[in-house]
């Protein structure tokens, strides 16, 4: 989605990716489904070393509740972890009408 978005940004007049509030959350589903990604798959492959480890218990040890459990737990921890990216993340002004999404910088005085 945020490839999309930065596509069309480069390529026609849309510059959804760089307007404010979607530069935050193109950010923030970018950080998430990339902490998604990888944890599904260990969850997955935890599953299925539990099933070849413990042939006679998989009934027991993985149902569909228990993965479903699992999913959202991971879920949830992903977007608690990555909440920073709402606030961290501005678009600025780089020019006359132009905004960019990038990191915001703080001045401490």
């Known amino acids: 989605m945020q490839c999309l978005a ?3 940004s480069i390529v026609s007049t849309v510059q959804l990716y760089n ?3 979607w530069c935050q959350l193109f ?9 998604l990604s990888v944890w ?8 299925r070393y539990l099933m070849i480890r413990f042939p006679l218990k998989r009934y027991v040890l993985c149902r569909p509740r228990r ?10 921890l992903g977007l608690l972890l990555y909440n920073f ?5 501005v678009s600025t002004g780089a020019g006359r009408q132009t ?3 990038q990191v915001r910088r703080h001045t401490h005085s």
């Open 6 to 8: 930065s596509h069309l």
């Open 19 to 21: 307007k404010p509030g």
């Open 27 to 35: 950010s923030y589903a970018t950080y998430v489904t990339s902490f």
């Open 40 to 47: 599904f798959v260990v969850a997955f492959s935890f599953e």
């Open 67 to 76: 993965a479903r459990l699992v999913v959202l737990g991971i879920t949830g």
């Open 85 to 89: 990216a709402l606030w961290t993340s």
């Open 99 to 101: 905004h960019v999404c």
